[in-house]
């Protein structure tokens, strides 16, 4: 562009534009480049004001300003006892018909009828005496009291018939704890109630010495049976009774037992407290102790366990009739290797879990017979051979109990007369059942140590209090 073009007016005032905007850009440019150093940050103390605001306060308890509402709610009783319920039975009907309606009836009026087969006690009362409008409010009376469709044949029945008398009444015994009495007094009013039989616990301690079998001995020192046979099962986890007892052992038992006061009949074992057997110069003490759980069970003095893992014998009153080894096989004729234990006894005998385990077979296995598998764990189990039947119940897959029958004593499969092969395997090979050592139970927990030795001295003194009186 010429410089007279240049210098036209208009030309003039872009050019002086341009030329401002150029310096105003440069200008910026070069302020744009200077970095300014930041100021240091204040000191809030300085400058902001403390707040007045106060922490919050923790939520006070409604209980302090809301009203109480009142309620009728009473904390739950404890269950009271029977015996403050119902009143105590009496040994004869005319005592509870004299105690209840004051009246006096002979016993020579009392009749004692047997509950007949397909006989309700309705026709008994009418067999007795009373007439039909009696029984239908007696029997009213008593139904909710006891289920009269299980009351069973041979039921002793004592009746006091209305038919001139005072009074009509009837009473028999349900189980060891109760009677029912119902009582027809002079104004024709029925009145039936349960009442308790008085029961009498007392406390023995036996002592015996084995002479020709532990049975016969226990006999002849008094011991009940069902005591014996709860020492035998006790003692059954240590012990081998078919090889081990031998003639001179020893053996102690405190027990607590029950008699029915009215009939003055022994009602049962109660618990055995303390079981001491000397076998071979060995001497197996247990005693009784319930831990803080409210298990029960039996332990040495040091806390271990009785109960082991499996029982040696899982049978009773069973003689040893072939060991575990090689032997000549009774049908087949020639040697082999025995890899159980057999146990000769009556066809029917129970036999028990050894231990608790899973059922893994039941069934019928070629020379076995009837035959049981039980799964105890990863390491052990056991089988049980020649069975006659299994017990109600038992099928594969099942959860058995130690000491839970599983069957009974027979001779299926290859066997030349009844009796129990037994097998313990470990790993799945069989070992000889009277040789292997099995772990015992849970010890006392270290918790209740103190209390079960503390208990470990009440019992030897009841021990020597017993002494002392014989």
């Known amino acids: 562009m010429s410089i007279r073009n240049l210098l036209k007016p208009y030309n003039l005032t872009f050019f002086i534009f341009t030329l401002i905007s150029f310096l105003l850009i440069k200008t910026a440019v070069t302020n744009s480049l200077v970095i300014e150093t930041p100021l240091a940050k204040p000191n809030e103390r300085e400058w902001r004001q403390k707040s007045n605001i106060s922490i919050p306060e923790a939520k006070p308890d409604p209980a302090f300003f809301m009203l109480a509402i009142p309620t009728n709610l009473e904390a739950p009783k404890r269950k009271p ?7 105590m039975a009496t040994k004869s009907l005319t005592e509870m018909v004299f105690k209840k309606t004051n009246i006096f009836i002979s016993s020579d009026d009392i009749q004692r009828l047997d509950l007949k087969k397909n006989e309700g006690i309705g026709p008994l009362l009418k067999r007795a005496g009373f007439n039909s409008k009696q029984v239908y409010e007696a029997v009213s009376n008593i139904t909710n009291i006891v289920n009269l469709n299980k ?23 349900i189980n060891n704890e109760f009677n029912i009495y119902a009582i027809l007094d002079n104004k024709l009013n029925w009145s039936a109630f349960k009442a308790f039989r008085p029961v009498k ?22 011991l009940p049976e069902d005591a014996l046979i709860e020492f035998v099962q006790l003692m059954g986890y240590s012990i081998d009774f078919q090889r081990q007892i031998q ?7 405190l027990f607590k037992q029950s008699f029915d006061v009215l009939s003055e009949k022994r009602i049962g074992l109660e618990e055995i407290s303390y079981a001491e057997l000397n076998v071979s110069d060995e001497s197996y003490k247990f005693y009784r102790f319930t831990d803080s759980e409210g298990k029960v069970g039996y332990y040495d003095e040091k806390g271990q366990s009785a109960r082991k893992t499996l029982m040696k014998t899982p049978i009773n009153g069973a003689r040893l009739s072939s060991g ?15 890899k159980g234990v057999d146990f000769g006894a009556p066809t029917g005998t129970p ?20 035959y049981i598998l039980i799964r105890h764990n990863s390491t052990y189990k056991t089988a049980y051979a020649h069975m006659s039947g299994w017990a109600k119940g038992i099928r594969r897959g099942l959860r058995v109990y130690q000491g839970q029958i599983i ?15 037994y097998e313990i395997l470990i790993n799945g090979r069989q070992v000889n059942p009277l040789k292997v050592k099995m772990p015992s139970g849970k010890p006392v927990n270290s918790k209740d140590r103190k209390t079960f030795l503390r208990k470990i001295q009440r019992i030897k003194q009841e021990i020597t209090n017993l002494n002392n009186i014989n």
Do not use: C
Request: aromatic content about 12%; hydrophobic content about 35%.
């Open 201 to 222: 616990k007392e406390t023995l301690f036996i002592t015996g010495k084995i002479e020709s079998n532990l049975y016969l001995s226990a006999q002849e020192v008094g």
């Open 324 to 338: 575990f080894g090689m032997r000549k096989h009774p049908i087949k004729g020639f040697s082999a290797m025995h």
């Open 81 to 87: 006892d029977p015996k403050s319920i119902y009143p």
């Open 151 to 173: 009351l069973p044949v041979g039921l002793k029945v004592d009746v006091l018939s209305p038919f001139g008398n005072k009074a009509g009444a009837f009473s028999f015994k």
């Open 247 to 253: 003639t001179g052992d020893q053996f102690k038992i």
């Open 407 to 421: 069957g009974y004593v027979g001779s299926t499969g290859n066997s030349t007369g009844p009796h129990l092969h």
């Open 351 to 370: 036999i028990f879990a050894a231990g608790d385990g899973v059922l893994e077979k039941v069934g019928w296995i070629n020379g076995y017979g009837r």
